[in-house]
Every structure is written in structure tokens, then in C-alpha cells.
């Protein structure tokens, strides 16, 4: 056992191959009963020694790992889900030590799912290499994002927020520096990372920032989010208020959230740009908590950024829409629509570096772009301070070619472990065939030498070389990495 004593009370962790674990350490109140809808509250402080060598409890969501349209890390036990879920996993190389890097990491799971004490989130390697590691689970869903007026807004946000809080005055216990705090975060984890740079309360808590495959940057008026907010209530039969909700199991309320999300992707029938985003659960701006635009505010920020994206960010999405009853080739014809994909646009894909021809093919690099690399090149461009870009599009031998560098497949990458793919569901595992660990290690150095360092080992991006890091067997800095294609959404996107 190893112990810690953190400003509620002293917590005991495992020890693990000479590396300190301790999990489900409490940043915050269970946000259920009297506490629903509300803001993060302090935790209650406890006498003796809290118990911290099991994972904490996964917020209420819908258990969607069967989904085609899921993450690749979507939590798969409906046993894991609690009340008590406003809590940390942290790893660290020595508790006794003083000044060490930090990285606190925010899941992804579209606002939806998720938990920051998966597997394959785990921070041993980082914690190997002399980083304490920080893991975070915060509310997800109609009890996260759904808007109920000014300070019931952005809840998910607010808890990442006070887990930053409660890293600024607890994190020198377990040997890290709160001065040396880099956020970081895949998908939603880093839109999340995007709002972080974004909101007022949050400046201070961290110094750089990680941001994988993160969509635009999108949020919503209060108008827009009153809308899904009343679409809920409607689904569930009750008044759109927070006592209305309040009264809702979690299982239902979570199991409405999986039917809004499934509405929301079906606009692509309609061709509805909204559905281009993938979750219908937002940030709200115009609020206490994230007054301006998120993209505006993002781009401004002092704080260095290290960011990327990989090759096929919707390749399953699209084969999910394709794969739908009856509506699939509907879906894939309003998907099209919906981008603008029209053949100018389409020629920039034919003839650029990338030579497809496949409908399909097209469709799926148009919407990876609209919704991934393109917004991310764009926020890059407009910040002033320092600026890292990758591009990872490893892929298996075995593999469609040009097709199989899929959203999340970066991660255990870049958390040099590759043995967590052995944990995934055999149709996943076969898509890391031969992955190798050359690329690991080199992927993850690079993460681990920006969170000590501020230098991941290539030249920032400005709007005259462009260089990318792209991530391949060999890897290679390149300039321009988007070419064609970028130049083909000026004006677009």
C-alpha cells in the first residue's frame, strides 16, 4: 500500500511495478439527489484512510460498446455505473517527490460515455517516464450538458474544471508541480481541452495543452440548447426545469440521451449540418462560464498547443450510416449534401495526394476534414503563441489502404501501450495488426517531451512551411501535410 494525504483526508494507493496508483480519489461531491443539476460541490473530508486501489465509479450513461457508432474505448459494464463518480485516477513515479510534470487527462465519448479510469487511458507510462498522470471522470449527458439556465449549464465543464481546481491544491502531495500542468484530451476529451482554453475561470490552472482529434469547436446559444433541452423533456414526459429532470432515474435519463443522440446523427437525412458534429450534447456559450465564442477565445489563448488529427477520422461512421436498414445509401447521399460535396470539391480528393475514387471513400474524407483536420488547421493558423500539428496515418498491412487509420487509434500510441489492444473486442484488435512499437515509443517521447519540455521535437506551424508531423512507419516532418485539400475548403470551412 502507499499513502497520501490530500486536503480531504489521506487516501491509499497500490503500488505497481515501483510506480504509485491510486484511483476513485474524490475531487468533488456525488452530484446525484439533493446535488443534481447543480454545480461541483467540495467533497465531505473523512477520518482514517479512504480506500483508493479500485477504480471509481463510471458517470451514468448508456453502455454503448455494441454500437457501431461507439468509441473504440467505450466503457462496457453497466456494473461499473455510480453515483459517486466525480473522481480521479492519479499515477505517479514517486509521491515523495517534489516538482514533476503533470498531465491531467480528459476523456472523449462525445459527451455521451466514457471514464477516465479505462484502461486504455491508463497513465503507467507516462508515470514510467516521470510524469504524474491524472485521470478524470466528470458527468456526461442530460445530467452533464443538457442546458437549465444560467450556473445548471456546462456541467460536465464545470467538473473538469474543478478537478483542474482540485489538482492546483492537491497535486504536490502526490510529487507533481502545480505550476507544470498540461491538459490533454482525445475527441470530446479535446474539444474539452479546446473549452478549457476558452473559459475565463479556467486561466492559471495549466500551462500547455493536447488536443487529439478534436472536432470544431462547437457550442451552442442558450436558444439552441433550450431546444434539445425541451426535445429531452418531451422524450421523458416532464417539465424542461431542473426539478422536472431531478425527478428522472438515471436509467432513463441516460437511456435518453442515447435516443437523442441516435435523432440527432438521423438529420443527416435532412441534411442537417448539426448532425456533422456527432452529439448533440454542447457547450453553451454566452454564459458565466464561457462567455464568447470557444473558437475565438481558444485561438487566443497563451497557452503552447499540441495537435493533430488521424487520416480516417469518420471511416466508421460511415460505414455505420452505410450499414443502417433501408436508409443507409439515403444517409450516405444526405451525408454528401450536407458537406457540400460537390465536384470541386470532390477533384481536390481525386487528384490531390490522396487519388480516390470511391463514393464512399470521398464522403469519408470530406466529413474528416469538415469536421476534423480542416477546423483544426484553422485554429492553429490564428493563434499567436506556439503551435504543434500531426498527422498520424498508420495502418495496418493488412488493411484497406488509405482506409484504416480510424478515429481513437492513436491512443495507444501515444500512451506507449500497445498491449491494451489485446483488452479491445476481436474485430478491433485486428486493426492493430502488426502495430509497431518503434511508432509507440517515438509517439509517445514526443507527448512526454512537450509535457516536460514544451518542445515535442519538430518546428511549430505558421502559414509559411506548414510543417506537420506525420506519424507513419517512417514518420517525417512535412510541409503542407493538407496540400490540396486544404486549399480545395478555403472559403468553405
Known sequence: MTHVTTEHGTVAGVVVDGLHLFRGVPYAAPPFGPRRFLPPQAPEKWDGVRDATRAGALAPQPITADDPLAPVFAPSDAS????????LEVWTPDPGAAGL?????I?????????????????????????????VNYRVGIDGFLHLGEGRDNLGLRDQQAALEWVRRNIAAFGGDPDRVTIMGQSGGAVSVMFQL????????????????????????ADEATRVTRLAARRLGVPATPEGFAGVSLERTAATSQWLMVRFLLGFL????RSLLLSPFRAVHGTDLLPTSPLDAAAGSDVPLLTGTVRNETVDFVAALRALPVIGPLALR????????????????????????????????AWSDWGFR?????????????????????EPPTARRGQSSFHGIEIPFTRDDLAVVDQLPPQTRTRFTDAPTALATEMHRAWVD????GDPGWPTYDTGERSTMVYDTPSAVVPDAAGVERGAWDGRR
Open 80 to 87: 461499473a455505473i455510480g453515483e459517486d463518480c466525480l473522481t
Open 101 to 105: 510534470p503533470v498531465v491531467v487527462h
Open 107 to 135: 476523456h472523449g465519448g462525445g459527451y455521451l460515455t466514457g471514464s477516465g479510469s479505462f484502461a486504455g487511458y491508463s497513465g503507467r507510462a507516462f508515470a514510467r517516464d516521470g510524469v504524474v498522470h491524472v485521470g
Open 198 to 221: 476558452a473559459m475565463p475561470g479556467s486561466a492559471g490552472l495549466f500551462s500547455r495543452a493536447i488536443a487529439q482529434s478534436g472536432c470544431s469547436v462547437a457550442s451552442v446559444d
Open 270 to 273: 435532412r441534411g442537417d449540418p
Open 334 to 365: 444526405g451525408l454528401r449534401r450536407t458537406i457540400g460535396l460537390d465536384r470541386a470539391l470532390a477533384d481536390a480528393y481525386r487528384t490531390g495526394g490522396r487519388h480516390l475514387s470511391d463514393r464512399a471513400e470521398l464522403a469519408e474524407a
Open 374 to 394: 480542416i477546423p483544426t488547421i484553422r485554429l492553429v493558423e490564428a493563434r499567436k503563441v506556439p503551435s504543434w500539428l500531426y498527422e498520424f496515418r498508420w
Open 450 to 453: 512537450f509535457v516536460t519540455t
